[in-house]
């Protein structure tokens, strides 16, 4: 039965049930049945699941609501519920719906990546890529199972590609690891099996909405060395309602995560929102030309499970010949998970895969993703894997210096070049406390027990300047660094450029293991007892307390 007739049959049902007596319900009814809806207590009041969405449940479906979203990191329970080919928004620029493309595209394979996935999500991404991409191009769509262990990727996803199959002979392929490889392993593994003129690796959790291939095609026909990549809008986790995402470049930190930022001013004065624009980055989701994307060596495969692959492709396409684009007409509505049930703390694989990315193209500046991460410049004991052959592929294409790449494509990365010192500040008189920056918002930084997360990480410059509570990585944003306010015992942290403006005292003067004296006020950073006894951060005549800073750059 089709979806039109079901819903005149629930319509014809409904009227059905309210024309028994001729009547509509009384007001005593309307709150009676008002009160039965409100009596159903809330389970999880504290799942961020049901903050929004999920009133009317009962307790079961709350339950089973409950176990799946903690399984999966989204509404499964909803999803199993929704049409495989529901509407969602047109959010493109009117100017798309204008534009004519070539007739003779390149044919498109389509890779979607997973790992227990839920089986409904992935059957709805497969849906909206058929029911959304023109016959002639959809060459294949490749599934690389990253070696899923949930029964309903089995059998059942088996049986749905069979009745694709009715229609579509051969459409899908299937690829299984026999153990869990990685994002970027299961994206060459896609790779390497597609045939198709282009390749576009998304992931699973994502349905592509109308007109989404063919801008993605004709940049690729026009220049095959441009990777292109197209807009995210924002499927939310709970109720799975679509939000449009503005158009932004892909950018990342020194730690190497991924960010939105806008694009270069030369974009903006276009001022239509419908061009492709030049970004540094790639998100995560992308197609290429097959061959080039081979040539210029793939994706690394020594990246481990998950981050930090999307920002070296990126670099490497720049770097060795090609170049990335955002094209706004093409739009995938993506689900954006509460949290990632595979990888609860991304952050150690993160880290190892930041540290390959460096040592393999960043040159000279492989010491800011090392600063980022606080890591000593020398013997960090991370394992990057063998990089050897990386390495040889760099010079095989014979890819230009990552400094280039600083001064040509991402000019906001700040270089960081005034460094002197960075890490935890710690009091000679108390050695298991650390400055920290403090309640945010706030500026008065405070003296922490000691847990080396970003809230404590300091930094010395050339100029004198102690910044506290993270280096930002980007020219456009502001450092926080500590000032004496001449006046009082009680430090405090203002933005940089302000205090600089401002005429602030806020240059010291630092040795390791010495005093941080205020080269204006004559005064010292100090720690001392406060009224509770507790030992508090100070601005004071010098007593002689000495400071040591965690990481020497140089010896100053």
């Known amino acids: 039965m089709g979806l039109e007739s079901e819903r005149a049959k629930l319509i014809e049902v409904s009227s059905q049930r309210n024309c028994t007596t001729g009547l509509l319900p009384s007001g005593k009814e309307k709150v009676d049945q008002q009160k039965e809806k409100k009596a159903v207590p809330k389970l999880y009041p504290n799942s961020i699941l049901f903050a929004k969405w999920g009133a009317e449940l009962s307790g079961e479906e709350q339950t089973e609501a409950e176990a799946l979203f903690q399984r999966y990191g989204y509404n499964v329970f909803l999803s199993d519920r929704l049409p495989l080919d529901r509407k969602i928004p047109d959010t493109r620029d009117k100017r798309c719906l204008q534009k004519d493309y070539p007739t003779d595209l390149p044919s498109i394979g389509v890779v979607l990546i997973y790992l227990n996935e839920a089986l409904s999500v992935i059957k709805r991404a497969i849906q909206s890529i058929i029911n959304r991409t023109p016959k002639h191009l959809l060459w294949e769509i490749i599934l690389v199972d990253d070696h899923s262990t949930i029964d309903d990727l089995g059998k059942p996803l088996g049986d749905y590609v069979v009745q694709i199959h009715k229609e579509w002979p051969g459409l899908i392929k299937k690829v299984r690891h026999k153990q869990q490889m990685g994002l970027a392993q299961s994206r060459i593994s896609g790779w390497e099996h597609a045939t198709a003129d282009v390749v576009a690796i998304l992931d699973a959790h994502i349905e592509v909405t109308e007109g989404w291939a063919e801008p993605l095609l004709a940049r690729i026909k026009a220049d095959r060395t441009v990777v292109v990549t197209p807009v995210f809008d924002k499927v939310h986790y709970d109720d799975l309602h679509v939000e449009r995402y503005n158009v932004y470049a892909h950018g990342f930190d020194w730690s190497l995560w991924c960010m939105y930022e806008n694009f270069r001013p030369e974009w903006s004065t276009l001022n239509d929102e419908s061009q492709p624009g030049k970004s540094p980055s790639v998100m995560g989701i992308f197609a290429a030309d097959r061959v080039f994307l081979g040539e210029i060596g793939g994706l690394d495969g020594g990246m481990e499970v998950y981050g930090g692959e999307n920002v070296e492709l990126g670099i490497r396409v720049w770097l060795c010949g090609g170049y990335v684009e955002v094209v706004p007409c093409s739009k995938i509505a993506h689900i954006e998970r509460a949290h990632k049930p595979y990888a609860p703390d991304l952050s150690p694989a993160m880290k190892r895969n930041a540290l390959r990315v460096a040592d393999i193209w960043m040159d000279e500046y492989k010491r800011n993703v090392l600063i980022a991460w606080n890591l000593p410049l020398k013997n960090h004991g991370i394992d990057v894997g063998d990089v050897s052959e990386r390495k040889k592929l ?163």
């Open 394 to 556: 760099r010079e095989k294409l014979k890819c230009k210096p990552f400094k280039w790449y600083l001064e040509n494509v991402y000019m906001s990365l700040d270089t960081w070049e005034n460094l002197l010192a960075y890490g935890v500040l710690e009091n000679s008189l108390l050695r298991s406390y650390c400055v920290d920056q403090g309640a945010v918002p706030g500026s008065i930084p405070i003296l922490h027990a000691c847990h080396f997360q970003s809230p404590q990480h300091c930094y010395y410059t050339t100029d004198g300047e102690i910044i506290v509570g993270g280096m930002r990585s980007h020219t456009y944003n502001s450092n926080r660094c500590l000032v004496d306010p001449g006046t009082g015992n009680a430090p405090t942290l203002q933005q940089c450029p302000l205090a600089k403006q401002s005429n602030l005292h806020m240059h010291w003067d630092f040795q390791q293991g010495q005093a941080i004296r205020n080269r204006a006020t004559n005064r010292c950073l100090e720690i001392a007892q406060g009224e509770n006894l507790y030992y508090e951060l100070v601005i004071q005549r010098c007593t002689g307390q000495r400071w040591t800073i965690q990481h020497l750059i140089t010896n100053f």
